[in-house]
């Protein structure tokens, strides 16, 4: 199994940054990916951003493609999401996943609240 415990959300105002934080534990050798999925009020979870964990492969979401940067430190097993640029419509809790052994586990979430 492998743990996720992320951090670094919060409140900011619009055009404000915050980074993202998602510590990985437990079979950490397995994970060949990491990413970012948020939730806002009433809609359905949606993919924001993921790497891959050997080539570092990126992918994002068109609706934070240019704002957004994920990145990981494997020797900490911790994938970040930079986000810059934030607007209102960011406003969601954010979620890490690590796809491992044909599994994905999910955080238990961490909330931004983007003020306009």
């Known amino acids: 199994q492998v743990q996720l415990v992320e951090a670094g959300g919060g409140l900011v105002q619009a055009g404000g940054s915050l980074r993202l934080s998602c510590a990985a534990s437990?079979?950490?050798?397995?994970?060949?990916?990491m990413g970012w999925f948020r939730q806002a009020p009433g809609n359905e979870r949606e993919f924001v951003a993921s790497i891959s964990w050997s080539g570092g492969r990126t992918y994002y979401a068109d609706s934070v493609k240019g704002r957004f940067t994920i990145s990981r430190d494997n020797a900490k097993n911790t994938v970040y999401l930079q986000m810059n640029s934030l607007k209102p419509e960011d406003t969601a809790v954010y979620y890490c996943?690590?796809?491992?052994?044909?599994?994905?586990?999910w955080g238990q979430g961490t909330q931004v609240t983007v003020s306009s």
């Open positions: 996943t690590a796809d491992h052994q044909g599994s994905r586990s």
């Open positions: 437990g079979r950490t050798f397995s994970i060949y990916g």
